[in-house]
T-cell receptor, first 115, second 118 residues
Framework: SQQGEEDPQALSIQEGENATMNCSYK?????LQWYRQNSGRGLVHLILIRSNEREKHSGRLRVTLDTSKKSSSLLITASRAADTASYFC???????????????FGQGTRLTINP | DTGVSQDPRHKITKRGQNVTFRCDPISEHNRLYWYRQTLGQGPEFLTY????????KSRLLSDRFSAERPKGSFSTLEIQRTEQGDSAMYLCASSLSPPLDRVGEKLFFGSGTQLSVL
């Protein structure tokens, strides 16, 4: 399977703390994306990082990508109760760039922020 | 609301029945995807449309599954002779194809249709 793997599977922290989630994958990628999913809802795109990028920021989110280790991390700073959700990494393994990307999602990290 | 909408939100059916789900993507998006998600797992790719053309299907999509996007706008996913193993959340997503010199596009997901086969 080419599925990415998130670590940890579950994370519980206090409001205001930082949360770090990791994603590992198996083969070369074109891009890696992080999505958030609230219980019973659809996924919301957070950040896309391309294979030639090493770090991206968006508000309280920071994503890093290490292609030599085939891994990525998502850092959420100053966490809030509203950040409680599942977080998924998704990788695009396509060899042919044209055409749709077939994102392969990991199993996700369930993040709980305790008030 | 200009997001991706899916109908119905929930569907309960008996084994052997046919079901059909609808997805209305963001209007200017030319790409539409169907994914399936089971409890505790990430979404799995099922199929993809570029405008009205279905360009790729996953091996997960058995002959009992069919998807259409007749005018390049809304899409339907039909499951014939449902089985208990079809119980899952069916997610639709849309996107705008990126410029040729860019790689990757972000997907906009609907809230999904939760299917329960009894």
């Amino acid at each position: 399977s080419q599925q990415g793997e998130e670590d940890p599977q579950a994370l519980s922290i206090q409001e205001g703390e930082n949360a770090t989630m990791n994603c590992s994958y198996k083969t070369s990628i074109n891009n890696l994306q992080w999505y958030r999913q609230n219980s019973g809802r659809g996924l919301v795109h957070l950040i896309l990082i391309r294979s030639n990028e090493r770090e991206k920021h968006s508000g309280r989110l920071r994503v890093t990508l290490d292609t030599s280790k085939k891994s990525s991390s998502l850092l959420i700073t100053a966490s809030r109760a509203a950040d409680t959700a599942s977080y998924f990494c998704a990788t695009d393994y396509r060899r042919i760039i044209q055409g749709a990307q077939k994102l392969v999602f990991g199993q996700g990290t369930r993040l709980t922020i305790n008030p | 609301d200009t997001g991706v909408s899916q109908d119905p939100r929930h569907k309960i059916t008996k084994r052997g029945q046919n079901v059909t789900f609808r997805c209305d993507p963001i209007s200017e998006h030319n790409r539409l995807y169907w994914y399936r998600q089971t409890l505790g797992q990430g979404p799995e790719f099922l199929t993809y449309f570029q405008n009205e053309a279905q360009l790729e299907k996953s091996r997960l999509l058995s002959d009992r599954f069919s998807a259409e996007r007749p005018k390049g706008s809304f899409s339907t996913l039909e499951i014939q002779r449902t089985e208990q193993g079809d119980s899952a959340m069916y997610l639709c997503a849309s996107s705008l194809s990126p410029p040729l010199d860019r790689v990757g596009e972000k997907l906009f997901f609907g809230s999904g249709t939760q299917l329960s086969v009894l």
